[in-house]
Structures are given as C-alpha cells and as structure tokens.
C-alpha cells in the first residue's frame, strides 16, 4: 500500500516552498515547548531539495529550537503548578518524571541527551525550568545538542543530495510501514515494562 510516496513527494514540495524557513522556524521554536511533530520534518526534505543552504537550514532550526526551549524553561519556571495536573494525565508524564530524575543525577548533560536525542527535548525544558537550572547551562547544553542533531539531518541529506532524494522515493514506502511497526512495537513495549 502506497501511503507514504504521495506524502513524501508532498513534502517535497513544500520543502520547496518561498516561505519554507519560515515554516521551518516556527515549527522548531513550537517542538521544543508544546508541539510534537520534530522540526527534522522539514530540515531533511529542506535540505534534500536545497543541499547549498543545508547548512543556514539547521542553524535556523537550532536557533528557532533553542529559543522554543527557552520558552518551555520560562513555561516550567513560571507555570509548572498550572500545567501539572495536566501533564501527569498525557502520555509525556513518565518522560516528564524521567527527566526530574536525570536533572538531579546528571543536570547539564541530561539537557545535552535529550537535545539530541529522539527523547521529547520539550518535557527536558519545561522540567528544567519547574527545576530552576541555571540558565546559561541551560542555553549552551540546548545549543550544543540540538545543533549537533541538527546539523547531523541536514549534513546527511545535503550529502546524498539526489542520489539519497531518489533512493528515499523508491524505499519510502518500506521505510514508512517499518517506522510504524516499530513506534507501535515501542508502544506496547513501553505500555507493558
């Protein structure tokens, strides 16, 4: 079943778009405080259509993350007793009580992990905020992470360059199905450990 192809050349085409880093921008500054959908999204097929500006695309998007982490510090810092109640009811919870644990053990480096990482870097934030970190370890440890991921996506896809965008159309099928069976083998995993 072909679902992912007409999604990914969709992609594409928005990736091509005039107000693309601006697209870019937002959804960064949003993942990293609220919004769930990952910023790579776009930087890949962004920098897969335009591998010359690879590079301006991840340090938008590290920049835009790491103002959106500044956010989520200030939603922590100054609303945690709001959202609480909230939080402990979504599926963030654990990842939220996660982080607490890995701020007291590890503090700046427990920022650097989930700023690189697949972990939601959005609860790693908003904890660190609730939690009181100090800012400028805060901002350099979200710097260094995100840019590290970042410049990671956009140096592969500007490497590869047509040679990966036709091998990603031809496989993105098999990828998409794969990606699914393993975010729902996570799942049950995670919802039975």
């Given at each position: 079943m072909k679902l992912f192809s007409p999604l990914y050349r969709r992609a594409m085409a928005?990736?091509?778009?005039?107000?693309?880093?601006?697209?870019?921008?937002?959804?960064?500054f949003a993942e990293s405080s609220f919004f769930p959908v990952p910023p790579d999204v776009m930087l890949a097929p962004m920098s897969?259509?335009?591998?010359?500006?690879?590079?301006?695309?991840?340090?938008?998007?590290?920049?835009?993350?790491v103002a959106g982490g500044l956010f989520g510090y200030l939603i922590g810092y100054f609303a945690i007793d709001a959202i609480l109640p909230w939080l402990?009811?979504?599926?963030?919870?654990?990842?939220?009580?996660?982080?607490?644990e890995w701020f007291g053990v590890w503090g700046f480096w427990a920022v650097f992990v989930a700023g690189f990482s697949p972990i939601p870097y959005k609860v790693f934030t908003i904890a660190a905020g609730a939690l009181s970190m100090a800012l400028l370890p805060f901002t350099l440890a979200s710097l260094v992470g995100r840019g590290l991921r970042f410049f990671l996506v956009a140096g592969l896809m500007a490497w590869g360059g047509e040679r990966m965008e036709a091998l990603l159309h031809r496989y993105i099928d098999r990828l998409g199905w794969a990606t699914v069976l393993a975010v729902v083998a996570a799942a049950l995993w995670y919802g039975n450990g």
């Open positions: 928005w990736s091509r778009h005039p107000r693309a880093p601006q697209y870019l921008a937002g959804l960064s897969l259509a335009n591998p010359r500006r690879a590079w301006r695309f991840a340090l938008l998007t590290t920049l835009a993350s402990q009811t979504t599926r963030y919870w654990p990842a939220y009580e996660t982080a607490v």
